[in-house]
Each structure stands twice: as C-alpha cells, then as structure tokens.
C-alpha cells in the first residue's frame, strides 16, 4: 500500500464529518452555519496546549 500524507484540510473534515454523525447518532442536529464562541475556541485551544 502506497503511502500519502495527510493533510490539515483533510483532517479537519474528518473531524467535522464525525461530529455530524455522532450529533445524527443522539438525535441532535448541528445547524448550518454555526460557529463557535470565541471563549469556546479559547477554551479548546487551552485544552489542546496541556494536553
């Protein structure tokens, strides 16, 4: 098997494309358009740092 680099991009999508399927999983829905808060995003960038 011929091995490829993966992108950020794609990465991101992956993640966005499993976010979707576990909300579908617990019968919620994530609404077009939605963007986090920015103490949201601050929050998760402090997570990501220390972990």
Known sequence: ????????????????????ASAALERREIPVGFVRSTRVEQFLADRKQNA
Do not use: N, Q
């Open 1 to 20: 098997m011929k091995r490829t680099d993966i992108t950020r991009d794609v990465i991101l999508r992956a993640v966005d494309r499993s976010t979707r």
